[in-house]
């Protein structure tokens, strides 16, 4: 069975730019989650979908957003980027939440 | 919020047992433990849960105290591969907070040869 992917692995933005990162689940996995991370915040939770629905957020501003798509797959935005913004950003699926299974990151660099 | 505590580092002769300790004491009755490792520049790993009896799968073995406080990841035989940060979890399995997880710092486990 296919693992998560995430696509692009790596990026470069300016500040102010926006940016969309995408993710396609395990087949079969109805949840998606994302999850930032930096050295010094560590792996900090940014939201979870289900069925296309929000289903839990967490305490970042509204620049980050994300939606899910019928065929479970799932997109996160970030708009008017900061420097604090570069991380690793993850996404991890599972089946109704459960045990997550975690794609290999996007590489975000803002300049 | 993170409510375990795990050293920060541990090392680990390559073939021997490794031993990972991890503290919730404040554990509710209805909270699972859950393990997932991180082997650097790649997204974290799903390991092991468990909610009071020991759990064993091809991977690893999950001790779990009687009074729930403290818990113990077991990786039999070590290999250099196992190099990684392992993050301890503890979170209650229910719709209102399925799909998140809270990671704290973890273990740096370094296995050496």
């Known amino acids: 069975k296919a693992g998560v992917t995430q696509t692009p692995r790596y990026l470069i933005k300016t500040r102010g730019q926006q940016v969309t990162l995408s993710c396609s689940p395990i087949?079969?996995?109805?949840?998606v989650s994302w999850y930032q991370q930096t050295p010094g915040q560590g792996l900090q939770f940014l939201f979870e979908?289900?069925?296309?629905?929000?289903?839990n957020k967490g305490n970042f501003p509204g620049r980050f957003s994300g939606r899910q798509f019928s065929n479970s797959r799932s997109e996160m935005n970030v708009s008017t980027l900061e420097l604090g913004d570069s991380a690793l950003y993850l996404c991890?699926?599972?089946?109704?939440?459960?045990?997550?299974?975690f794609g290999p990151g996007t590489r975000l660099t803002v300049t | 919020d993170a409510k375990t505590t795990q050293p920060p580092s541990m090392d680990c002769a390559e073939g021997r047992a490794a031993n990972l300790p991890c503290n919730h004491s404040?554990?509710?009755?209805?909270?699972?433990v859950y393990w997932y490792r991180q082997i650097h520049s790649q997204g974290p790993q799903y390991i092991i849960h468990?909610?009071?009896n020991n759990e064993t799968n091809e991977m690893a073995s999950l001790i779990i105290t009687e009074d729930r406080k403290s818990s113990t990841l077991i990786l039999p035989h070590a290999t250099l591969r196992d190099t990684a940060v392992y993050y301890c979890?503890?979170?209650?399995?229910?719709?209102?907070?399925?799909?998140?997880?809270?990671f704290g710092r973890g273990t740096q486990l370094t296995v050496w040869p």
């Open positions: 404040t554990i509710s009755g209805n909270e699972y």
């Open positions: 468990g909610l009071k």
């Open positions: 979890i503890v979170r209650v399995d229910r719709g209102s907070t399925l799909g998140r997880l809270y």
């Open positions: 087949s079969g996995h109805r949840s």
């Open positions: 991890a699926s599972s089946v109704r939440g459960y045990e997550q299974y």
């Open positions: 979908y289900f069925s296309e629905t929000q289903r």
